[in-house]
């Protein structure tokens, strides 16, 4: 079969929704782009764990604590889940860890900025899950199987996340004038952020175009953006909360919130390594590789031994 007869297949099993598996033929920029993808998922998942982390020792409470470190200990599984995904595409583990740690591999932007107090914690799970939420519902229908069906069980997961964050700030929003101020300062800090998690705008976004064709992306980095403000309007008027945007405004013709423009500066910037934590976070999961190190070796070794026992 020639190369063309090949791709025309691909397309049409894509245009029909049967999923791509790991054995089927792909285009290797197909194959790439889901490697580049997945991976710098799965790298977000395992840095998102290191601004909530550090609050664990700090929760105000034993039901709160435990709370959390069930939702942190989801985030690993979600990394775990993704790594393995990116290695059915024949991707190495290591590699794309080592990636990571270079900067030739990006992870989630709203990671690189620091979780200052307890609301902190509260507006990520209903902000920055909620975000999560709303770009990984689509992808529980993006046409590579293995990716596809991890997001099935990571949704469910996020969606305990982002309720624990919603409960969590309906506390203090109902709580002293003290907490409520700590509550809107959060939001403050973390409602544009959190619009960046959905990438550039459409004209800005190198990837869009291929990955929509390609059924990888569902939607555009706008359109989901678009949704997520339209969602969280109701909600932050549940709470008494003010999002700070002097712009947001309904609008009738088009059926959507309109909103202000996006600081994209701040959002390069952030994504190229220059946002307030973005050394640190690094710093901190090259530790965790050393640290670690002992643990692989001596698992490593272990499998050897046993397969040599099978073996024999
Ligand atoms: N931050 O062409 P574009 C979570 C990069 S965390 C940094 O639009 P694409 C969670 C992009 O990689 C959420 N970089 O790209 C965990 C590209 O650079 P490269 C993680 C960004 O891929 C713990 C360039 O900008 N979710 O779940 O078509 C606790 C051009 O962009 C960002 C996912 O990763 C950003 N925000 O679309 C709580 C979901 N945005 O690669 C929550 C899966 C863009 O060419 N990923 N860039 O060097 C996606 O859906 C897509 O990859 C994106 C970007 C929508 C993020």
């Not at 709203?110 to 509260?122: E, K, M, S």
């Not at 339209?230 to 008027?237: G, K, P, R, T």
Request: a neutral charge; charged letters at 25%.
């Amino acid at each position: 079969m020639t190369q063309a007869e090949q791709e025309r297949r691909f397309q049409e099993k894509i245009e029909k929704e049967i999923k791509i598996e790991p054995n089927d033929w792909m285009p290797d920029e197909y194959r790439q782009t889901l490697i580049r993808q997945i991976s710098q998922h799965a790298h977000s998942e395992i840095v998102g764990m290191l601004p909530e982390g550090n609050w664990i020792t700090r929760a105000p409470n034993l039901r709160r604590k435990a709370v959390l470190l069930a939702k942190v200990q989801d985030e690993a599984g979600h990394g775990l889940y993704l790594y393995s995904a990116a290695e059915t595409l024949g991707a190495d583990r290591e590699q794309l860890i080592d990636d990571m740690h270079t900067g030739k591999a990006k992870y989630s932007s709203i990671f690189n900025y620091p979780a200052l107090t307890w609301a902190d914690i509260g507006t990520i799970g209903w902000l920055v899950d909620g975000a999560a939420i709303m770009n990984q519902v689509a992808l529980c229908r993006t046409s590579y199987g293995p990716y596809a069906r991890a997001m099935v069980k990571i949704c469910k997961e996020e969606s305990f996340h982002q309720r624990q964050g919603y409960e969590s700030l309906m506390k203090l929003c109902n709580g002293t004038p003290q907490q409520k101020a700590m509550a809107q300062d959060a939001m403050n800090r973390f409602w544009w952020p959190a619009l960046m998690m959905f990438g550039p705008s459409d004209a800005e976004s190198t990837h869009s175009d291929q990955s929509i064709k390609w059924k990888i992306k569902r939607f555009t980095n706008d359109e989901l953006r678009q949704s997520f403000v339209d969602a969280s309007v109701s909600q932050a008027e549940i709470l008494g909360l003010t999002i700070p945007d002097p712009n947001l405004k309904w609008n009738e013709a088009r059926g959507h919130y309109d909103f202000s423009e996006i600081n994209w500066d701040e959002f390069w910037q952030v994504v190229k390594g220059n946002g307030p934590c973005n050394k640190e976070r690094i710093a901190a999961r090259l530790k965790a590789k050393e640290d670690g190190l002992w643990v692989r070796e001596a698992a490593n070794a272990f499998a050897k031994k046993r397969a040599m026992k099978k073996s024999a």
